[in-house]
């Protein structure tokens, strides 16, 4: 399938996406927190998911994982739009289990 990579388009803009997370992580290098990554993700710092519906192309989920504290956030459709929740289901699947 090689033969049929363009890899002079970009669709997902998936350049810009990089430097704005790098742009906003240099500089809060010192700030480092949940909400800063909801932040990024909802392109208060630049492009990130904020895709123009009309060309049919959005952000279906986005996801944080907090290894630090063991908690995981998800939004379900685009972050520039929706709030990110606290996802518990796996605390429920290892309660569960264990």
Known sequence: MKEYNNYHVDNWRAEE???TSYNA???NRNNFSIKLTK???SG???FMCQYDRK???DT????IYDIKNKKIYRVEGNPSRKQFKEDTRLKF??????
């Open 17 to 19: 996406r990089y430097f």
């Open 25 to 27: 992580l240099k500089e």
């Open 39 to 41: 932040d990024i993700l």
């Open 44 to 46: 208060k710092y630049g």
């Open 55 to 57: 060309t049919n192309a």
């Open 60 to 63: 279906v989920w986005s996801v």
């Open 93 to 98: 699947i290892q309660n569960y289990i264990l």
